[in-house]
């Protein structure tokens, strides 16, 4: 396919009950990515999890009636993080994967994330290959009466993820003494993530475990950090963690309560594998919005930085293509290729925390490895029925940009792209004076808003 209507960077996402993310569109999903994965005469299964959303109550039947109408299993394992989709997916050997979540986005979006047997997701290809399904007739892939597929609900779901988490964490390690903040964003890791830090000994304080279909990622979590911060620093506790609504992306702050962001943790695992003689492809793959700073100090190590388009399934193509085990984005995408095929916040956390107990020092010493260059995004929100690609294109735009990368030219970055997710044009500039990266966003944030008029 020419263009994609459903499927942007990260699975399908949109408001819930409203096209694309309608039970109607999900059922067609689930019939389509079914039919796509039935492969040979064996019993054909998908895993489904969702994180807290009110909507994942009319998202999940209709996937699974999608599902079972092309002959395939449906195992449900309730609220996990996205991770544990992918980990359940290898482990029960099912063909299928899928997680229900629109990860940092408020209640009322919604999403359809497919992860394939080997639990990495799908590749561009392939999720085009599903949308021309979903888009044509798939009345020939319904399955005859005797042959229709079955659901049955996994209990024991979370305490599998629980225990895979916890093999990640160094054998020989607690966490005994230490006394840490746990944000799970209202979602899909409320009860599992204190759950995981506890079981290895820290003392956990709990926030944002209290989901009621609506307050997912609402003022906490790693979108809204700032009540973390506060209990870190009011609990004297050791270290906060903030994690989304699905879980697959963890922001941290020291005891003072200043934030270290997916960079500073890279940077910290980077230099543990490096240091143990476990880091391979001999440096880190990050996306375009990583800062200079860490690319600056991992070449002081002698490290290499990959770049990356923006998002995690890109920076996990680019490691299995170059050999790579460490990559991430700055916004806690943290992906351990020896444990994970996705983003995963909780066994990111626990290796930040392995670094902190086997240092015996506090987390601001610990935990900022680098210096990093100024650096400010913008967002610029698209009025509705305004195409992005034709305010990019537009003279006033072009012209603008071209003039900042002439200014910026060896000494900073510049980078405008648009949402994949949402109706936004991002901005994106960093340079070692700051007070012209203040300058540049925001002359091209209003350049941009005219343009959007």
Same mark, same amino acid.
């Given at each position: 396919?020419?263009?994609?209507?459903?499927?942007?960077?990260?699975?399908? %996402?949109?408001?819930?009950?409203?096209?694309?993310?309608?039970?109607?569109?999900?059922?067609?999903?689930?019939?389509?990515?079914?039919?796509?994965?039935?492969?040979?005469?064996? %019993?054909?299964?998908?895993?489904?999890?969702?994180?807290?959303?009110? +909507?994942?109550?009319?998202?999940?039947?209709?996937?699974?009636?999608?599902?079972?109408?092309?002959?395939?299993?449906?195992? /449900?394992?309730?609220?996990? #993080?996205?991770?544990?989709?992918?980990?359940?997916?290898?482990?029960?050997?099912?063909?299928?994967?899928?997680?229900?979540?629109? +990860?940092?986005? #408020?209640?009322?979006?919604?999403?359809?994330?497919?992860?394939?047997?080997?639990?990495?997701?799908?590749?561009?290809?392939?999720?085009?290959?599903?949308?021309?399904?979903?888009?044509?007739?798939?009345?020939?892939?319904?399955?005859?009466?005797?042959?229709?597929?079955?659901?049955?609900?996994?209990?024991?779901?979370?305490?599998?993820?629980?225990?895979?988490?916890?093999?990640?964490?160094?054998?020989?390690?607690?966490?005994?003494?230490?006394?840490? &903040?746990?944000? !799970?964003?209202?979602?899909?890791?409320?009860?599992?993530? @204190?759950?995981?830090?506890?079981? /290895?000994?820290? =003392?956990?304080? $709990?926030?944002?475990?209290?989901?009621?279909?609506?307050?997912?990622?609402?003022? !906490?979590?790693?979108?809204?950090?700032?009540?973390?911060?506060?209990?870190?620093?009011?609990h004297n506790a050791h270290l906060g963690l903030a994690l989304d609504g699905d879980a697959d992306r963890v922001l941290l702050c020291d005891e003072h309560g200043n934030?270290?962001?997916?960079?500073?943790?890279?940077? &910290?695992?980077?230099? =543990?594998?490096?240091?143990? %003689?476990?880091?391979?492809?001999?440096?880190?793959?990050?996306?375009?919005?990583?800062?200079?700073?860490?690319?600056?100090?991992?070449?002081?190590?002698?490290?290499?930085?990959? %770049?990356?388009?923006?998002?995690?399934?890109?920076?996990?193509?680019?490691?299995?293509?170059?050999?790579?085990?460490?990559?991430?984005?700055?916004?806690?995408?943290?992906?351990?290729? $020896?444990?994970?095929?996705?983003?995963?916040?909780?066994?990111?956390? /626990?290796?930040?925390?392995?670094?902190?107990? =086997?240092?015996? $020092? @506090?987390?601001?010493?610990? /935990?900022?490895m680098f210096s990093p260059v100024p650096q400010k995004l913008q967002n610029v929100k698209l009025p509705a029925g305004k195409d992005a690609d034709a305010i990019l294109?537009? $003279?006033?735009?072009?012209?603008?940009?071209?003039?900042?990368?002439?200014?910026?030219?060896?000494?900073?970055?510049?980078?405008i792209r648009k949402s994949g997710t949402e109706a936004l044009i991002r901005i994106m500039a960093e340079a070692d004076d700051a007070a012209e990266v203040d300058r540049?966003?925001?002359?091209?944030?209003?350049?941009? +808003?005219?343009?959007?008029?």
């Amino acid at each position: 396919m020419s263009t994609r209507r459903l499927f942007g960077t990260d699975g399908v %996402r949109g408001l819930a009950n409203a096209d694309p993310m309608t039970a109607d569109v999900a059922m067609r999903i689930g019939m389509a990515a079914g039919h796509r994965f039935t492969r040979g005469d064996h %019993r054909h299964s998908v895993v489904i999890g969702k994180d807290t959303r009110l +909507s994942g109550y009319l998202i999940e039947p209709a996937l699974t009636a999608g599902f079972i109408s092309v002959g395939m299993d449906v195992v /449900l394992v309730g609220p996990i #993080p996205t991770p544990g989709i992918a980990m359940l997916t290898r482990s029960l050997r099912a063909d299928l994967g899928v997680m229900i979540s629109a +990860s940092h986005n #408020p209640y009322h979006d919604n999403g359809i994330k497919l992860f394939g047997p080997d639990g990495f997701k799908l590749s561009d290809a392939i999720e085009s290959e599903i949308e021309a399904l979903v888009d044509g007739d798939l009345s020939a892939t319904r399955a005859p009466s005797a042959k229709l597929g079955r659901a049955k609900r996994l209990d024991d779901a979370a305490g599998r993820y629980i225990e895979f988490a916890k093999a990640t964490f160094p054998r020989g390690l607690r966490l005994d003494g230490l006394k840490i &903040v746990v944000d !799970c964003a209202h979602g899909a890791a409320y009860k599992i993530a @204190p759950a995981v830090f506890w079981e /290895l000994g820290a =003392q956990v304080v $709990k926030v944002g475990v209290d989901p009621d279909g609506f307050n997912v990622n609402r003022d !906490c979590g790693s979108l809204h950090p700032e009540r973390m911060r506060e209990l870190v620093v009011s609990h004297n506790a050791h270290l906060g963690l903030a994690l989304d609504g699905d879980a697959d992306r963890v922001l941290l702050c020291d005891e003072h309560g200043n934030m270290i962001d997916g960079d500073q943790v890279l940077a &910290v695992i980077a230099n =543990q594998l490096r240091r143990d %003689r476990q880091l391979e492809g001999g440096g880190v793959v990050a996306t375009v919005m990583s800062n200079l700073g860490l690319e600056r100090y991992l070449g002081s190590i002698g490290l290499t930085m990959k %770049r990356t388009a923006v998002g995690d399934r890109y920076v996990v193509e680019a490691m299995r293509n170059g050999g790579y085990n460490l990559g991430g984005e700055q916004s806690g995408h943290i992906i351990m290729g $020896k444990h994970a095929t996705t983003g995963d916040g909780i066994i990111a956390g /626990l290796q930040v925390l392995a670094a902190l107990v =086997q240092s015996g $020092k @506090p987390a601001s010493e610990t /935990l900022r490895m680098f210096s990093p260059v100024p650096q400010k995004l913008q967002n610029v929100k698209l009025p509705a029925g305004k195409d992005a690609d034709a305010i990019l294109a537009a $003279k006033p735009v072009t012209a603008a940009i071209a003039d900042v990368e002439k200014k910026l030219f060896g000494k900073g970055r510049l980078l405008i792209r648009k949402s994949g997710t949402e109706a936004l044009i991002r901005i994106m500039a960093e340079a070692d004076d700051a007070a012209e990266v203040d300058r540049i966003v925001a002359s091209l944030s209003e350049t941009i +808003s005219k343009a959007a008029a």
